[in-house]
């Protein structure tokens, strides 16, 4: 068997493995495989088709860290206005039960109300800053 064939397997050995772990990283390896494919097609010594897969290989996972890095990470899912359209809603707390909770009617429901730790419960407008289960996390306005 020539050897950019055995590249060539384990190329796509790393994307089937890919896919079915969602591991990001092995697709940029398999592109380091494939590099020493056509290395060896080429007609690359052995140790020239290793390292082409390494540098070629590390080097896409070392830039695609780097490039994952500069990106700040995506907020909560209950924080996240585009994923929950409750964020920076307005509700109105007539008034707060002695264990820091309130009930209001809000969407045509009744919701459990909780103030954000080290603000004090006071009556009036709050603003929706996150969702847990279905209690929502508010804010004095």
């Known amino acids: 068997m020539a050897e950019s064939t055995i590249w060539w397997l384990l190329a796509g050995v790393a994307i089937v493995v890919e896919l079915t772990t969602g591991t990001f990283y092995l697709l940029m ?20 088709q290793l390292l082409v897969a390494a540098v070629v290989g590390g080097g896409a996972v070392v830039a695609w860290y780097f490039i994952r890095g ?14 929950n359209l409750d964020i920076g809603e307005t509700v109105n707390v007539e008034s707060w039960n002695p264990d ?22 006071s009556s009036g407008l709050h603003r929706v800053a996150e969702v847990i289960g279905s209690r929502l996390l508010v804010d004095k306005i």
């Open 29 to 48: 390896l398999a592109i380091g495989l494939a590099a020493a494919a056509v290395a060896a097609q080429l007609g690359a010594s052995t140790i020239t």
């Open 70 to 83: 500069r990106h700040p990470a995506a907020a909560s899912a209950s924080t996240n206005r585009d994923v």
């Open 100 to 121: 820091g909770t309130a009930t209001v009617k809000y969407r045509g429901a009744n919701w459990t109300v909780v103030h954000r730790p080290g603000n004090p419960p």
